[in-house]
């Protein structure tokens, strides 16, 4: 499969989410969303941007709404659009594959943390991502011609959305705010042992 997407700040969360329903945007998930991306002792999945990610769907009060253990091939860009290979396969325990991965050697490089909600509409998905201290931003997902119509119905500057990544948007908050942007929650206590450019 593979992953077409475009990403943007999003300045009035809101309006944002209005528009999306008015257009008859269906909300399919509201809740945490958390990745772990892991890599090998010796350290050779990140310099071949290749992504390792257990990532899991918690509904408002904790419980796994769902799992997915993803491999993500390099980031190429086609027509300004960010593109990569994705496998994904569902996971019933991602606590147990978790440990799994501890036992084979594996350690968590990264880890992202945010509260999301996640629409369908136009043949794309949309989803708001707020972070524990960043941007909100909004992830648009599908072929490039959805894409292009749910943006329409943002109605938010297509100049602001692009294939960027997320440690380019920690970097323009960053610079902006003079603040330290936090992914996770134990960022925003005060462990900073993650590496940006992980994210």
């Known amino acids: ?9 999003v300045p009035d969360e809101a309006a ?4 999306v329903e008015a257009a008859g945007g269906r909300l399919a998930f509201a809740g945490r969303l958390e990745d772990r991306r892991y890599d090998d ?15 899991t769907y918690r509904d408002p009060d904790g419980g796994v709404r769902s799992a997915h253990l993803d491999w993500k091939g390099p980031t190429e860009l086609e ?15 991602p606590d147990t594959l978790a440990r799994i991965f501890e036992r084979l050697g ?24 707020r972070y524990p201290r960043m941007d909100v931003l909004v992830e648009v997902e599908g072929p490039p011609e959805a894409i292009e119509q749910a943006i329409e119905y943002l109605e938010l500057p297509r100049s602001e959305f692009s294939a960027a990544r997320l440690p380019d948007f920690v970097a ?28």
């Open 1 to 9: 499969m593979r992953e077409i997407e475009l990403k943007g700040i």
């Open 16 to 19: 944002a989410h209005a528009r």
């Open 41 to 55: 002792a010796a350290g050779r999945l990140a310099p071949l941007d290749v992504v390792l990610r257990l990532r």
């Open 79 to 93: 027509q300004g659009y960010k593109v990569r290979e994705e496998l994904s396969t569902a996971v019933a325990d």
């Open 106 to 129: 594996y350690a968590v490089i990264r880890e992202i943390e945010r509260d999301v909600l996640q629409y369908e509409l136009a043949g794309a998905t949309v989803r708001f991502e």
């Open 172 to 199: 323009r908050f960053e610079a902006r705010t003079g603040s330290r942007a936090a992914l996770c929650a134990r960022e925003l206590a005060g462990y900073f042992d993650y590496q940006v450019k992980d994210a």
